[in-house]
């Protein structure tokens, strides 16, 4: 049972457009989201996070929507650059541990 | 400040043998947990640490082993691998004891089982 699901397994965008990725989820325990990148050969890199009790948090370029009723959180990169190339994996937590839940992840490719 | 620190990076091992994967979290950093990377399956949890004590473990046979030292490293261990824990092995840590997932992650041990 996958109870954290990115449906799009790729997505292409051009550099200066937005890109949005998507992420479903199925246990409405779950109270931290977050998304990680990850370059190829490297670990995972914590990129933002939203609480549950919020529906919107914003650093920079990135942008974490959250919808509590729909079980579905977005990340969203304005202005996308070539270097945001990399496999974006949602992911979600519950009850203040360290055990995150993953998605299989969408990798985004960003063309100049 | 020097990053997590995962040993060794890759490994071959055929089925049978046992590996020790090593990790040493970021300075300061007391919770260590594990993961598991596959095609397959994504990034699935194996373990959590914090002071010593496992806090949490995930859905992984018990020849999937761990521990956590007093200066908060941490080693895992794979009994009688099979095929399928062919896999890249993360480590990750964060400074806080109850967690919001903000957790750093090392670059991995791959370990491949032929």
């Known amino acids: 049972d996958q109870q954290v699901k990115q449906n799009s397994p790729s997505l292409s965008v051009q550099e200066g457009r937005i890109s949005i990725l998507n992420c479903d989820y199925t246990?409405?325990?779950?109270?931290?989201f977050l998304w990680y990148k990850k370059y190829p050969a490297e670990g995972p890199t914590f990129l933002i996070s939203?609480?549950?009790?919020?529906d919107k948090n914003e650093d920079g370029r990135f942008t974490v929507f959250l919808n509590k009723s729909a079980k579905h959180l977005s990340l969203h990169i304005v202005p996308s650059q070539p270097g945001d190339s990399a496999v974006y994996f949602c992911?979600?937590?519950?009850?203040?541990?360290?055990?995150?839940?993953f998605g299989k992840g969408t990798k985004l490719t960003v063309n100049p | 400040k020097a990053g997590v620190t995962q040993t060794p990076r890759y490994l071959i091992k055929t089925r049978g043998q046992q590996v020790t994967l090593s990790c040493s979290p970021i300075?300061?950093?007391?919770?260590v947990s594990w993961y598991q990377q596959t095609p397959g399956q994504g990034l699935q949890f194996l373990f959590e640490?914090?002071?010593?004590?496992?806090?949490n473990k995930g859905n992984f046979p018990g020849r999937f082993s761990g521990r956590q030292f007093s200066n908060s490293r941490s080693e895992m261990n794979v009994s009688t691998l099979e095929l399928g824990d062919s896999a890249l092995y993360l480590c990750?840590?964060?400074?806080?004891?109850?967690?919001?997932?903000?957790?750093?992650f090392g670059e991995g041990s791959r370990l491949t089982v032929l």
């Open positions: 990750a840590s964060s400074t806080l004891e109850g967690g919001t997932g903000e957790l750093f």
């Open positions: 246990n409405s325990m779950f109270d931290y």
């Open positions: 939203i609480s549950s009790i919020k």
């Open positions: 992911a979600a937590t519950q009850g203040g541990s360290e055990k995150l839940v």
């Open positions: 300075s300061g950093h007391r919770s």
């Open positions: 640490y914090f002071s010593e004590t496992q806090r």
